[in-house]
Nanobody, 126 residues
Framework: QVQLVESGGGLVQAGGSLRLSCAAS????????MGWFRQAPGRVREFVAT????????SYADSVQGRFTISRDNAKNTVYLQMNSLKPEDTGVYYC???????????????????WGQGTQVTVSS
């Protein structure tokens, strides 16, 4: 059974930083692309960042480009999201996600991801 467990969320002032973690189990992590999404109250879930299975290819939403960094440690079955220069509009529940199949090429379309974590709340105060 695949499980994705996010952690690291919290309350931070604008301009601050947080690092989110997503621990994966039940899949051969090193063969799966991983993504981060977020959802603010009253809004649809939106793409934040994605990493290929090797970590060699990453992609970001325009809104976070240059501020957020996705990385992964395949030895620890964990993907990270380093968030710097946080803004109030970054507030939301952050989810990590994985596609159904290994070696899948996925980008920002949430419908191409199958496994989801429970989310971790990030709140950025102004």
């Amino acid at each position: 059974q695949v499980q994705l467990v996010e952690s690291g969320g919290g309350l931070v002032q604008a301009g601050g930083s947080l690092r989110l973690s997503c621990a994966a189990s039940g899949l051969t992590f090193s063969t799966y692309a991983m993504g981060w999404f977020r959802q603010a109250p009253g809004r649809v879930r939106e793409f934040v960042a994605t990493s290929s299975w090797s970590g060699g290819t990453t992609s970001y939403a325009d809104s976070v480009q240059g501020r957020f960094t996705i990385s992964r440690d395949n030895a620890k079955n964990t993907v990270y999201l380093q968030m710097n220069s946080l803004k109030p509009e970054d507030t939301g529940v952050y989810y990590c996600a994985a596609p159904l199949f290994p070696y899948a090429v996925v980008m920002g379309d949430a419908s191409t991801y199958h496994f989801w974590g429970q989310g971790t709340q990030v709140t950025v105060s102004s």
